[in-house]
Each structure stands twice: as C-alpha cells, then as structure tokens.
T-cell receptor
Framework: GDSVTQMEGPVTLSEEAFLTINCTYTATGYPSLFWYVQYPGEGLQLLLKATKADDKGSNKGFEATYRKETTSFHLEKGSVQVSDSAVYFCALLDSGGYQKVTFGTGTKLQVIP | DAGVIQSPRHEVTEMGQEVTLRCKPISGHNSLFWYRQTMMRGLELLIYFNNNVPIDDSGMPEDRFSAKMPNASFSTLKIQPSEPRDSAVYFC????????????FGQGTRLTVV
C-alpha cells in the first residue's frame, strides 16, 4: 500500500538557518503530494502541494519539488523564523478512486532566536 | 465555506461513558477521514469514507470505536465505553476528487477520559 517516510525529528535550527525536511513516498499510480503544518494547539493546515512530477509547490517561503525518479518531496526554506516552529507532515493522496490521504509521522521543527 | 467543522472542541468524560464526536465536512467533498493524534503514536488514520461508504476501518483500534456517515454532510465517531487511553485529539478531514484534490482538516476535538 501507499506509505510516506519522513526524517525523524525534532529538528532544531537557529533563526535564518536553511531548512530541509526529507520526505520519500511509495505509491502506485501518480499521487498528489502535500506538506501540512501543525502549529501548537491547532489542526493541520495545508502548506503547499504538487500534483504531478516536476511540479514545485511553494508558500510562505517554503518549497518542495515532486521528484518522481527519486520518489521524494523534500521541504526546504532558505531562512527559517521562530514563527516557523511547528510540526510538518508530508502526505500523499492517491490517484485511485477513493482519494485516500496517507501521512508521514511528522517532523517537529524548533527554531531558536 | 466554513471549512470542516468538528464538535465539541473539548470533551472531558469519565471512564466507561459513551463519547460521540461530530464532523461536518466541506460541502461537495466526497471523502471523509477520522484521525487520532497522540504524543506516543502521532497521527493515526482510524477510518475513511468515500461517498458515505466506509472504505477502510482497519485503523479503528477496537470494537469500542465505531463511525458512521449517514449522509454527505455529517459523520460521527463514537467510543463506548471510553477508557483513559482513548485520551487524544481526534481530527476529521474531508477531500474532494480530481487532480486538485487536497484534504482539509477540522480544528479537532480534544478528548480527555478520566
């Protein structure tokens, strides 16, 4: 079945550091890929998405490129801020009939001033 | 649209009591998901529906848990009887179809069983 693997956290960075959170997936067909963010005490919010190979999703300075050849969708940001501290989830939505969403385990990011 | 609406936002109940969590998906979405989130186990998919039909309930932890979707605009997750280890945040999400589909989450219900 479908699966998503994320790098283990927590990740602790200083403000303005470069961020990479790795995500790889296993799926049949051609899934859509997502990054969700969960701030403390809140639900999950969509951060960015890509629906086909080589698409780049971007939002709030975050980027991720759908790499079919390496089955990856790594999240990057050039300069993190304290307000980026949150848990980040990589996810895929299968292209089959049921639109099942499969999430990774989440990676906690802590940005220190 | 107001997004996915869950109620209640917080629930505190005594062990052995029945608990019912409610979810109203986004209008027009035909897939609905129930997740449970804890510190120990992270985000777990409990069950999901497509066009009001349960597709996969393999994540439901045991028979004390049941979920229904009587129509396209309402779903419930019931725990009977509840136990302290059921304490968690329960999220409902819905998604549409097509290549632009994405899952939208509710704010969650924080359940505490004492």
């Amino acid at each position: 079945g479908d699966s998503v693997t994320q790098m283990e956290g927590p990740v602790t960075l200083s403000e303005e550091a470069f961020l990479t959170i790795n995500c790889t997936y296993t799926a049949t067909g051609y899934p859509s890929l997502f990054w969700y963010v969960q701030y403390p005490g809140e639900g999950l919010q969509l951060l960015l998405k890509a629906t086909k190979a080589d698409d780049k999703g971007s939002n709030k300075g975050f980027e991720a490129t759908y790499r079919k050849e390496t089955t990856s969708f790594h999240l990057e940001k050039g300069s993190v801020q304290v307000s980026d501290s949150a848990v980040y989830f990589c996810a895929l939505l299968d292209s089959g009939g049921y639109q099942k969403v499969t999430f990774g385990t989440g990676t906690k990011l802590q940005v220190i001033p | 649209d107001a997004g996915v609406i869950q109620s209640p936002r917080h629930e505190v109940t005594e062990m052995g009591q029945e608990v019912t969590l409610r979810c109203k998906p986004i209008s027009g979405h035909n897939s609905l998901f129930w997740y449970r989130q804890t510190m120990m186990r992270g985000l777990e998919l409990l069950i999901y529906f497509n066009n009001n039909v349960p597709i996969d309930d393999s994540g439901m932890p045991e028979d004390r848990f049941s979920a229904k979707m009587p129509n396209a605009s309402f779903s419930t997750l019931k725990i009977q009887p509840s136990e302290p280890r059921d304490s968690a945040v329960y999220f409902c999400a819905s998604s549409s179809t097509g290549t632009r589909a994405e899952a939208f989450f509710g704010q969650g219900t924080r359940l505490t069983v004492v």
